[in-house]
């Protein structure tokens, strides 16, 4: 069973800076995809940032240049280094990663962490 744990949420003002980092419970290889979602109150699940194993990394347009996604292999982790935060990136940031088997694709997800930008 996959388990994604996320960590680094928190309350910043708008224009500061935070670092979430999701642990996986297995090889990054493993995954077709990985990526960021976000859910404020009220709307639906978002993609933040979209990362395919051998790929670029694809941003939602309204955090491009702000947010940077990043793994490390060989610590089976993923990263979202978010700067310049506005109020309207308050969300629950959520990690998340696929595998396709047999053509069939299954997504994982962590229990999320808390983003809240205010002043």
């Known amino acids: 069973q996959v388990q994604l744990v996320e960590s680094g949420g928190g309350l910043v003002q708008p224009g500061g800076s935070l670092r979430l980092s999701c642990a996986a419970s297995?090889?990054?290889?493993?995954?077709?995809?990985m990526g960021w979602y976000r859910q404020a109150p009220g709307k639906q699940r978002e993609s933040v940032a979209y990362s395919p194993t051998y790929g670029p990394t694809i941003y939602a347009d309204s955090v491009k240049g702000r947010f940077t996604f990043s793994r490390d292999n060989a610590k089976n982790m993923v990263f979202l280094q978010m700067n310049s935060l506005k109020p309207e990136d308050t969300a629950v940031y959520f990690c998340?990663?696929?595998?396709?088997?047999?053509?069939?694709?299954?997504?994982?997800w962590g229990q999320g962490t808390q983003v809240t930008v205010s002043s």
């Open positions: 297995g090889s990054l290889f493993g995954f077709v995809t």
């Open positions: 998340n990663a696929a595998t396709i088997r047999s053509g069939i694709r299954d997504d994982y």
